[in-house]
């Protein structure tokens, strides 16, 4: 199967500070990154689509100064947080398009716990 | 707008039992539809990837059907274990989209020996 690392899995940080999450396709090859956002005991929230060489596509509602991402490589995606806020203290997790066996299927992270003090 | 809604919020059941999870969609036109296992503080499992042209998916003793005509998919797990206790999600692609995923709220899932 297709491996999708994400790192750190949980960070906590001072607010005004920020941070970056790693999200890596091991052992394929990925065009187009999502990344999601999940507040406790909700669903998962689509915040932006990263293609690589090209600027991000955000959803509605997600600020794009605040949440940069950059996807250089076909195996790598970031999201940075910027200025933290404990507002911004949530489940991060992203996924990598991947084709197998002739289906496209979205692989996705363990996810990155953000806490912001 | 796709909307996905899952019944029911929350399920507790003991060890040996048949159970069904429902999802719903209000747009009928997907590519696929997905069903996800989600442990406390964890990522997602894929389970089962259900292609539109599919009516059902199989894979142990969890069985995924989807009617696409009437907005549903059911996720039958045969003799629950406790190990099952999890969250589970269901998605679909945005409408018009492909694999930029909507999800439903998730089934809460708890089995006790």
């Known amino acids: 199967g297709a491996v999708v690392s994400q790192h750190p899995s949980r960070v906590i940080c001072k607010s005004g500070t920020s941070v970056k999450i790693e999200c890596r396709s091991l052992?394929?090859?990925?065009?187009?990154m999502f990344w999601y956002r999940q507040f406790p005991k909700q669903s998962l929230m689509l915040m932006a689509t990263s293609n690589e060489g090209s600027k991000a596509t955000y959803e509605q509602g997600v600020e794009k100064d605040k949440f940069l991402i950059n996807h250089a490589s076909l195996t790598l995606s970031t999201l940075t947080v910027t200025s933290a806020h404990p507002e911004d203290s949530s489940f991060y997790i992203c996924?990598?398009?991947?084709?197998?066996?002739?289906?496209?299927?979205?692989?996705f992270g363990q996810g990155t716990r953000l806490t912001v003090v | 707008k796709q909307e996905v809604t899952q019944i029911p919020a929350a399920l507790s059941v003991p060890e040996g039992e048949n159970l069904v999870l429902n999802c719903s969609f209000t747009?009928?036109?997907?590519?696929?539809l997905q069903w996800f296992r989600q442990d406390p503080g964890k990522g997602l499992t894929s389970l089962l990837l259900?292609?539109?042209?599919?009516r059902e998916q199989t894979s142990g003793r969890l069985n995924a059907s989807l009617d696409k005509s009437s907005g549903r998919s059911t996720l039958y797990i045969a003799a629950s274990q406790p190990g099952d206790s999890a969250t589970y999600l269901c998605?679909?692609?945005?409408?018009?989209?492909?694999?930029?995923?909507?999800f439903g709220a998730g089934t809460r899932l708890a089995v006790h020996p």
């Open positions: 052992d394929f090859q990925a065009t187009t």
């Open positions: 259900i292609q539109s042209s599919q």
């Open positions: 996924s990598a398009l991947g084709h197998l066996l002739g289906d496209t299927e979205a692989f």
């Open positions: 998605a679909v692609p945005f409408s018009g989209g492909y694999n930029k995923l909507i």
């Open positions: 747009d009928s036109a997907i590519y696929n």
